[in-house]
């Protein structure tokens, strides 16, 4: 009994002592792994140095035009987006719209049938005969009142009842009119219980709001309709480029789908107001209409840009890291500092940098940056 007391005392003691020597392998792990940080220091041999053709030199000032790269999508202005609603409400007969259907003006997207429809052609056929007899009935004491034979007051009144169908007859015709019913050919023979719903612009459909049997108020949007014709393309711009941009710039668009399809565009508009990120919009417009351009749609733009003094170093200095940019500062002898920058214009091979301490005493590494970066990854891994 105490033989298997001594065995099961023992297998908790290296089981203590196994995890705690498994957790200090860890912390020390973690002590060794290499933080995430905007800065990076490497050492390389003079030998490796020069079997990676590393150049060493200086950002240049320079009077730097050319393009920057921005992020965009596809918009339409307010007047060229429809969302269609009907004066009366009424149930959904029969409609074949889909999303993205392309619709001509005057075209029937939707039939709507209900009480009110006939209704109000009965109202208007109603009015139209009382207006008739009035009408005589005006006539009759205007007679009477020329000769004396029937008093002012009951003329008059004969008037006013003319006058009063005629305002209902008017109004009840404009009322047809707002629904789609020709008030002038309307007779008994030709009263009808639906109305065509149709389209007010030539464009497509972008929303459907409605299916067949329901029930649709006044206030319902039943249709959201697009006008490609002035379709246009909205960038976001930092504050320290759009000083660089001007009405007219030229723009290429692609789209992630298919970048070597591009857009020619040209600036129209450039936003007057900073978000909290220090950004603004600026709206483009495109030479051509094309179908492939969906409103939403995501889009990338090279937009041309007027020349500004800026720090300039060649393209294979800059490298890209998960997203961001660096440089490599030469720091010492075999050191090389990896430094993020920003990056702005990139004209002739020569790309435009802004970060901490870059000037022109700064020596960073002009060429063949790249196998750098994969000797400072290689290393960490």
Request: aromatic share 6%; hydrophobic share 40%.
């Amino acid at each position: 009994m105490k033989y298997t007391i001594y065995c099961l005392l023992a297998s908790l003691l290296l089981t203590a002592c196994g995890g705690t020597q498994k957790e200090k392998e860890n912390t020390a792990a973690a002590q060794n792994r290499p933080a995430p940080e905007s800065e990076q220091l490497l050492s390389i041999s003079a030998q490796q140095s020069t079997g990676a053709g590393i150049v060493i030199g200086q950002p240049q000032l320079g009077n730097i035009g050319g393009t920057i790269t921005l992020q965009g999508a596809i918009d339409v202005p307010p007047q060229n987006t429809v969302r269609l609603s009907f004066p009366i409400g009424g149930y959904i007969r029969s409609t074949t719209m889909l999303p993205g259907k392309a619709v001509k003006k005057g075209q029937v997207l939707a039939v709507l049938e209900d009480m009110q429809v006939i209704q109000l052609q009965q109202d208007y056929l109603t009015a139209t005969t009382n207006f008739a007899l009035a009408e005589t009935e005006f006539e009759r004491q205007q007679e009477l009142n020329a000769s004396k034979a029937s008093s002012d007051k009951t003329f008059q009144q004969a008037r006013a009842e003319r006058d009063r169908q005629r305002i209902l007859i008017s109004a009840l015709g404009q009322k047809l009119r707002l629904v789609g019913i020709d008030a002038g050919s309307l007779t008994p023979e030709t009263v009808r219980k639906s109305v065509s719903i149709t389209s007010p612009i030539d464009g497509f459909v972008s929303r459907v709001n409605v299916a067949i049997g329901q029930y649709t108020a006044p206030t319902d949007v039943l249709f959201e309709l697009v006008d490609p014709s002035d379709i246009h393309l909205a960038l976001q711009v930092f504050e320290k480029d759009i000083a660089r941009i001007a009405v007219g710039s030229p723009v290429l668009a692609y789209s992630n789908i298919d970048p070597g399809h591009k857009f020619p565009a040209r600036v129209i508009l450039a936003g007057r107001a900073f978000d909290e990120n220090r950004m603004t919009t600026i709206h483009c417009h495109f030479d051509q209409y094309d179908p492939a351009l969906i409103p939403g749609m995501f889009m990338n733009a090279e937009v041309s840009v007027k020349a500004a003094p800026a720090w300039v170093v060649p393209e294979q200095a800059v490298v890209r890291w998960q997203n961001r940019y660096y440089v490599f500062i030469a720091s010492g002898p075999g050191q090389f500092l990896m430094r993020a920058v920003s990056t702005g214009a990139l004209h002739n091979g020569m790309q435009q940098i802004e970060g901490p301490g870059i000037g022109k005493d700064t020596k960073l590494v002009t060429a063949n940056a790249f196998a750098l970066l994969m000797k400072l990854k290689n290393t960490e891994e």
